[in-house]
């Protein structure tokens, strides 16, 4: 009985302590739970609460941070401005072009799309594989620049990741190297870099504007979400060239050029009312669509304003102009050019003739050397300079052409005999084409000089021009009258090839001998020729400028002033301005008729 009892005894401390052990091991586990759970629910409360957090505080910059990876802000291009002769006649356009581009850090990784690439534009696929690879620490380049839209669809199409295309304008110049040198270029990013393209390049070019698109991870445009600034399109430019002139003037000094084997011609024609530069032509010439061939770099510069040179016998109306201005001269007075020559303290100067004794009108009929030096000598150096000052010379035009010259008009502490002698018939002195033609659009506009203007002038820009009268009416008439004698044979000139059919011409040869290493070359030589026309009222002024002819003639009557003509006659019918030198008893036919 006792030991039945110690055994129940036995079982019930053996079933006391087995629940007292499941006891403790749940509450152990329900305990390692609860800290579980704890742990959890401070997770949750600490994410919810850096969560609020960041909405609450820092929720612009994470909107920002995730626009920035999928928004995108882009360029609008914007057009630039045009550039037209003075009717309208388009000399520089833009057209639209499409760029191709490439973010080299990630399309590396897929050669084949390199490849896909490079086949759809016609390109060598393993050269561009190697240019991109030795380009993927970039995020951007170009692979081809400026194609047509039709060249770029198929690349468009293919949809290649990594890969955009970017609109752009291309310049294009549809008078070529017709207006050329005036015109300029701009270069691949539509920056004017030569002419009027680049000193209007502020007028000329645009403001870009910019627009938000958003783009998939393949940079692809899945929407166009709004424009931020709308693009703002360069201002035209009107020039004062009339391209019929222009072309006009290319053609015939171009054919001159070739003809005399010439190193380089240049022609200026302007409206003598206004001042405008109507034609402005140079050799050699270059095409502006197509500069890759060019090797010398000095075919980009326009002669008529960037280069001088000694102005020769063209002076010599200016010469006269002082000393009429003098008083010491009248246009009959008489001047002793024999034998032909004269002596200047040990320098010779010389006449191509021994003109023998010759009224100041003659002087400049024959245009003597001897005459005009001692014309000269006799009213001293100042009053010719001061002339020369006056009309122009030594002072750039104030046209604003990048690198436009001034000249040189010498003004020395005290002028020796043969400084003024030399200094009557052109040389010691350099100008300009552009300044030879308005020193001579005073003498043809009754002695007005004004600015001249590469662009085109209002009727109100015209009547608000500052005109200063630098010579009298009465002295640039009698030069007038003189500069008819040189292109009339009848009366003595020895330019009669500067003559223009059914119009009265005035104007000056010149032909200056070139400086070359041992001083003055007596083989080379400028041609030159500055006339106006019709003479008995002007509408224009040219001057031509034949730079170291070839061959037996290189007198500027001889070379220049048949160019002169060619395009004098030319200009007068386009400019529809009627003759006044019919013969006698003809009369010009009306216009129109009955209908």
């Not at 190297?177 to 270029?185: D, T």
Request: with cysteine; proline share 5%; charged share 20%.
């Amino acid at each position: 009985m006792s030991a039945t009892r110690k055994i129940t005894n036995t079982k019930s401390r053996a079933s006391a302590s087995t629940a007292f052990t499941r006891f403790r091991m749940y509450v152990k586990e329900t305990w390692r739970l609860g800290i579980i759970l704890f742990g959890l629910s401070l997770c949750v409360v600490a994410i919810g609460w850096k969560v609020g957090l960041l909405q609450l505080t820092q929720r612009d910059f994470l909107q920002d941070q995730g626009d920035n990876r999928a928004i995108r802000t882009l360029p609008i291009e914007a057009s630039r401005g045009l550039i037209f002769d003075r009717n309208g006649e388009p000399l520089a356009v833009s057209t639209p072009v499409i760029s191709i581009t490439v973010n080299p850090s990630k399309i590396v990784e897929n050669p084949n799309d390199i490849r896909r690439l490079a086949n759809a534009l016609d390109m060598n696929p393993d050269a561009l594989i190697s240019t991109i690879e030795n380009k993927k620490g970039s995020s951007f380049y170009y692979v081809k620049r400026r194609l047509a839209p039709a060249e770029a669809a198929p690349v468009k199409a293919m949809r290649i990741p990594h890969v955009t295309l970017i609109p752009e304008y291309q310049r294009f110049y549809p008078q070529g190297e017709v207006a050329a040198h005036l015109v300029g270029f701009s270069n691949i990013d539509n920056v004017g870099q030569e002419g009027m393209e680049l000193t209007y390049e502020e007028h000329l070019q645009g403001v870009p504007g910019k627009r938000q698109i958003i783009q998939d991870r393949r940079q692809n445009i899945i929407e166009e979400i709004r424009t931020i600034q709308t693009a703002s399109d360069g201002g035209n430019v009107n020039l004062s060239i009339d391209f019929r002139l222009q072309n006009l003037a290319y053609k015939e000094l171009k054919a001159e050029f070739i003809k005399r084997r010439a190193k380089s011609a240049t022609l200026v024609m302007l409206d003598v009312e206004t001042g405008e530069v109507l034609a402005m032509a140079n050799q050699p010439s270059y095409n502006p669509n197509n500069k890759s061939n060019i090797s010398d770099f000095g075919v980009l510069r326009n002669r008529a304003v960037t280069d001088v040179f000694e102005p020769g016998s063209t002076v010599k109306a200016f010469t006269i102009a002082a000393a009429l201005e003098s008083g010491v001269f009248e246009a009959d007075t008489i001047v002793e050019t024999s034998p032909g020559w004269w002596m200047v303290r040990g320098h010779t100067i010389q006449d191509i003739h021994n003109y023998g004794t010759l009224t100041v009108g003659k002087v400049i009929t024959k245009s003597s050397n001897v005459g005009t030096s001692k014309i000269a000598l006799e009213i001293g150096p100042e009053p010719i300079r001061d002339v020369l000052d006056r009309v122009g010379f030594g002072r750039d035009t104030g046209t604003g052409f990048p690198g436009e010259r001034a000249g040189l008009l010498p003004s020395p502490r005290r002028w020796s005999a043969i400084e003024t002698a030399t200094l009557s018939y052109g040389y010691g002195l350099s100008v300009t084409a552009l300044q030879l033609a308005q020193a001579y659009s005073v003498i043809a506009d009754g002695g007005i000089r004004k600015p001249v203007s590469l662009v085109r002038l209002s009727e109100e820009d015209v009547d608000a021009l500052p005109r200063e009268r630098v010579l009298s009416a009465s002295i640039s008439s009698q030069l007038k009258e003189m500069l008819e004698t040189v292109v009339d044979p009848q009366r003595g000139g020895s330019a009669r090839e500067a003559r223009v059919p059914f119009f009265k011409v005035a104007g000056k040869t010149g032909t200056a001998h070139v400086v070359g290493e041992r001083g003055y070359e007596d083989n080379l030589h400028n041609s030159l020729f500055a006339g106006m026309i019709p003479a008995s009222d002007p509408k224009i002024v040219v001057v031509v400028v034949i730079n170291e002819p070839k061959g037996d003639e290189h007198y500027g009557g001889q070379v220049a002033a048949p160019v002169f003509s060619r395009v004098a006659s030319g200009a007068m019918r386009l400019l529809n301005v009627p003759p006044d030198d019919l013969p006698v008893g003809q009369t010009l036919l009306a216009s129109g008729g009955d209908e």
